[in-house]
């Protein structure tokens, strides 16, 4: 049983649903221009059309009231409300997402939105994008022009969806929008997401006009060591992957550790004075994102290196600083994406962070699971796989609350099947299928499943 204020949502993102990516003055990100590149996602596949949330507001909206959703997380398409980056704000961009706030409230949905997940304005990338200190004072510039328009109504805001992505798929490996393959420009990302991150809560905090919870989403990497070079290997994925955002967020500083190793990749002088104590703002909640976890060990050099780290291989490496570390395959059972599936990380992490940073509340901003759904000749989408998934996952989540973690909620990945990224639509992660011919919404057996959790507080079989 979960006590009565623990919060069941579920989440998107802005260009993996709403599609329109032309209307109403919206001008082109980065994934615009990364999807429309040929050899980038699978099948050629855009955001083009996505799931047309755009044009579907009510429809979708009436779907989050039918599941009984506390909360609904979404994220905002920076194009559409600045398209350029920096400059003239677009009104029809804040009335769409200002419908979208109000019709949550209208249904009882408390509404958290994310400012970032992935969709950077073009024109910004051109001008140098994440590894450049400029995007960052864009996007506090954006933050408060979010802020002061829907600032009366939103409960929590999040700064960042997973800066991992963001800076190390985008500038490291090139599998993510820009698709640049260069570790110095994939650290110099990292720090300006931070500052960027700490910049926002700043805007935020001097237009908004309520009282909500400020915070930024972390994808956290689950760690498993192989071998007597495991914990060594541990350590320094551990820096680049969780320490690099937590460290500065949370505590003001940067890793020693994560200095030292990626001393040949890159000097780190683009820290400036001021810039640790802007990041480290006060947070209200931490939001975290688990799939799955990841097995490491020391590279001997000699073998074929195995990179089995869940992502895919553009020909550039997310590790800047760790060519000497190899991701060795886990064992089953997995996902569609190929990840493996091991709640019992979940449980872990919770407690991890609780000990590392107690007193800071916890909310589950992102977990799920694509797997190949079948439509039944009725029309039905029986996914007991998916089901199971999130049972086990929920399972972890109480088993830490019971230990005492504080963890406020829990938001399942996602509501509707979508873009899935470098994947295109080749994967499916909704608990609502979507017909991408016809557009059609058909709730899945787990949207029934999650509606009677979200109504009963309860895990039930």
Not at 349 to 373: C, K, V
Request: charged share 20%; hydrophobic share 40%; aromatic share 10%.
């Amino acid at each position: 049983m979960f006590g009565p204020d623990f919060v069941f949502g579920s989440a998107t993102a802005s260009y993996q649903i709403e599609g329109a990516v032309a209307a109403d003055g919206r001008r082109p990100s980065i994934w615009d221009t990364y999807s429309h590149t040929p050899g980038k996602v699978w099948n050629g596949d855009t955001g083009d059309v996505a799931c047309d949330h755009y044009n579907r507001l009510d429809e979708d909206l009436d779907i989050m009231a039918s599941l009984g959703l506390d909360s609904y997380r979404f994220s905002v398409a920076w194009p559409r409300i600045v398209p350029e980056g920096t400059g003239a704000v677009n009104q029809p961009g804040i009335d769409f997402y200002s419908r979208l706030v109000d019709g949550l409230l209208e249904r009882g949905i408390t509404p958290v939105a994310t400012l970032y997940h992935w969709d950077l304005p073009q024109t910004l990338e051109d001008a140098g994008g994440w590894p450049a200190r400029a995007t960052a004072e864009a996007f506090a510039d954006y933050a408060a022009v979010v802020g002061r328009a829907l600032g009366d109504r939103v409960a929590t805001w999040t700064t960042l969806n997973e800066p991992w992505c963001s800076a190390y798929l985008g500038y490291g490996s090139g599998a993510h929008a820009p698709g640049r393959t260069d570790g110095a420009d994939a650290l110099a990302a990292v720090h300006h997401l931070n500052l960027a991150h700490g910049l926002g809560v700043q805007a935020l905090r001097s237009v908004v006009t309520n009282e909500p919870d400020y915070s930024v989403t972390l994808n956290f990497h689950v760690l498993r060591g192989e071998g007597e070079t495991g914990p060594a290997a541990m350590q320094k994925i551990d820096a680049l992957a969780n320490r690099a955002f937590t460290h500065p967020i949370l505590k003001g500083e940067y890793p020693a550790d994560l200095i030292a190793q990626t001393a040949e990749v890159t000097d780190w002088a683009f820290v400036r004075p001021g810039d640790l104590e802007a990041i480290n703002q006060p947070l209200d909640v931490l939001g975290v994102n688990y799939y799955s976890t990841a097995r490491v060990r020391l590279w001997d050099g000699v073998s074929p290196r195995q990179n089995s780290d869940g992502h895919k291989d553009m020909g550039g490496s997310p590790w800047p600083g760790a060519s000497d570390v190899e991701f060795v395959p886990q064992p089953g059972p997995y996902t569609d994406m190929g990840w493996n599936i091991e709640p019992a990380g979940l449980d872990e992490l919770l407690g991890a962070l609780h000990e590392e940073f107690p007193g800071l509340p916890l909310m589950i901003t992102e977990n799920g699971a694509a797997f190949a759904d079948t439509v039944t000749d009725a029309g039905d989408i029986h996914d007991p796989d998916r089901i199971d998934y999130l049972h086990r996952h929920l399972a972890a989540v109480h088993r830490a609350i019971a230990r005492g973690v504080d963890v406020r909620g829990y938001f399942v990945w996602s509501l509707f099947d979508n873009f899935e990224w470098g994947y295109g639509y080749s994967k499916r992660f909704g608990i609502v299928r979507v017909d991408y011919d016809t557009l059609q919404r058909t709730p899945k057996d787990s949207a029934g499943w999650f509606a009677e959790l979200v109504a009963s507080h309860r895990l039930h079989a």
